[in-house]
């Protein structure tokens, strides 16, 4: 029958140097570090990481190395996702290698006909209505800049030569109009979707 060893409740702790060591003072653990500076604090010279092994076919490693933050699938050598040293998400989700993933800023689908009504919405705070098939949509949260992509649709069945002209105006705002490209008049249209990216 095994015992398990109790340790005094009031010292450090240290195994070979800074393999671990157990901060009393503070209450911190550090795994390859003699001075944890946070409850735990994993440290390395040029990397930290963290191995999880959920089956004997992957094993997944999650830490910091010269890349940024990561998780590192060591079964097939591949970064699966990535928070680079500049902040940026990067993961692949079909784009065949670990790319930086661009977010959607803000969209909306509304209808533009009669008194205007937003369907749903993400960082949008409002739809202005200017005049027939022209409008501001007003973000909730600015844009960092003007240099946006802005694309949208409209669903009607008054015109087949229907479509959306977006028109990016100011961090706040863009202005959309809904028309019929065959004689070049603008429409009110029943569903107009727009999506910003930045």
Excluded at 10 to 25: K, P, Q, R
Excluded at 58 to 74: A, K, M, P
Excluded at 101 to 117: D, E, K, L, P
Excluded at 144 to 156: E, H, K, L, T, Y
């Amino acid at each position: 029958m095994s015992r398990a060893r109790q340790l005094a409740d009031s010292a450090d702790l240290s195994f070979d140097g800074s393999t671990l060591v157990v901060d009393e003072a503070n209450n911190r653990v550090g795994i390859g570090t003699s001075s944890p500076s946070r409850e735990l604090d994993i440290g390395g010279t040029t990397s930290a990481y963290m191995a999880f092994s959920p089956s004997s076919e992957n094993q997944f490693v999650i830490g910091v190395d010269g890349y940024g933050f990561v998780v590192y699938d060591d079964t097939v050598n591949a970064y699966r996702l990535m928070v680079s040293e500049s902040g940026d998400l990067q993961f692949n989700s079909g784009y065949g290698s670990v790319a930086t993933a661009y977010g959607c800023r803000a969209w909306v689908n509304f209808n533009g006909t009669g008194t205007v009504a937003i369907r749903d919405s993400g960082n949008v705070s409002s739809i202005t209505d200017n005049g027939t098939g022209d409008y501001t949509v007003n973000f909730t949260t600015a844009m960092p800049d003007v240099n946006f992509c802005a694309v949208g649709s409209q669903s009607d069945d008054s015109t087949a030569n229907a479509g959306v002209e977006v028109n990016p105006a100011t961090t706040t705002t863009i202005i959309v109009r809904t028309k019929n490209f065959s004689n070049n008049t603008n429409v009110d249209a029943l569903e107009v979707s727009i999506a910003v990216f930045r």
